[in-house]
């Protein structure tokens, strides 16, 4: 028996999907806001994406894979890559593993040098931003990403 072919969405279903899905907004302003941030620290020789990494291993007192990959929420394979690319350009040194854990992790000399330099370019771009949209407003918009993050993980563990 043939299966019955559901009728297609309308135009104005699908414009709807992508104008109210708050994925797709936070999708679009990721990407604004990263390419924001690595045009100021482009100086420094990291990205947007690194610079976390880094800013967590020099502020952690045992900056472990695990530590981060919860603190940055982000999953394992992503992890390595980023990892792996920070120890290969000679930023961060993986210390050697204990069983199966892997080595904590710590900032080279010049990954410390390298943070620095970013702390100064990534002020400016805050500031930036900060300036274009006020230090209230985006005090308030790190406050509401935080709460959607939460709810986020509630919806999630509702689900699984």
Known sequence: MAKKQSAPLGRDECVAMYRLCLSTSLRKTERLVTRHYDAYLADSGITA???PI????????EPTFRMLAEQLEL?????SRNLALLERRGL??????SGPKPGLLSLTPEGSDTLIRAHKLWTKAHRSLE???SAATL?????FLKRLRS???EAADQTS
């Open 54 to 61: 880094l800013a967590a291993i020099g502020g952690a007192a």
């Open 131 to 133: 300036s274009a949209v």
């Open 151 to 153: 709810a986020t993980r």
């Open 139 to 143: 005090s308030q918009g790190l406050r």
């Open 49 to 51: 994406v690194q610079l």
């Open 75 to 79: 999953d394992r394979s992503t992890l």
């Open 92 to 97: 961060l040194a993986i210390g050697p593993s």
